[in-house]
């Protein structure tokens, strides 16, 4: 592959609503935090590129940050795009579990 993106399980793994709805059901339950319904554009990247970090680099947790290729950062945002186009960019290191 040329790309990542092009890879035949990036759509399912990384895209697929289905699939990033239950990572997200999933994940607020084990934390007891409501999850929004409907769910934001916003928490569907926010899932879609912690799915593509979990699925290229087998860990993620606290303070362990991964950047992610700008293809793959641009399928998420075409698949799930911000009407502001005002988008959050990669930071080192965060203390927080969940954004949002």
Do not use: M
Request: charged content about 25%; proline content about 5%.
């Amino acid at each position: 592959y040329n790309c990542i993106c092009e890879h035949e399980e990036f759509d399912f793994v990384c895209l697929y609503l289905a699939v990033l709805r239950t990572v997200l059901v999933r994940l607020y339950d084990l934390r007891k935090e409501p999850l929004t319904d409907p769910i934001v554009n916003r928490t569907y990247r926010w899932a879609a590129y912690t799915q593509f970090t979990y699925w290229i680099y087998n860990k993620l947790g606290r303070n362990v940050r991964r950047v992610i290729p700008s293809c793959v950062v641009w399928a998420v945002r075409k698949a799930f795009p911000e009407a502001s186009e005002d988008y959050t960019r990669f930071k080192e290191s965060n203390t927080s579990r969940f954004p949002y």
